[in-house]
């Protein structure tokens, strides 16, 4: 997964919304697991503390399941 990322937008709001674009297109459905913060960080070479902290904040409101900081659809 390749992403350009906007310099005006937070890097962890665009990864969500990529997320959610995801969801809401039917790329990812109910039971599919989505990369843990520690992959996700890594993926994107972002400083894993700081990611963390950012993405479940933001993303709380758009997921309806998370347990064990891994979400879940």
Not at 11 to 26: F, K, L, M
């Amino acid at each position: 997964m390749s992403m350009q990322f906007d310099p005006n937008k937070a890097i962890y709001a665009q990864i969500a919304d990529y997320y959610y674009q995801q969801i809401c297109s039917g790329e990812l459905i109910p039971g599919d697991k989505l990369p843990s913060v520690r992959e996700t960080a890594q993926l994107y070479k972002l400083i894993q503390i700081q990611f963390q902290e950012r993405i479940w904040k933001w993303i709380a409101n758009k997921l309806p399941f998370q347990k064990g900081g891994k979400a879940h659809l």
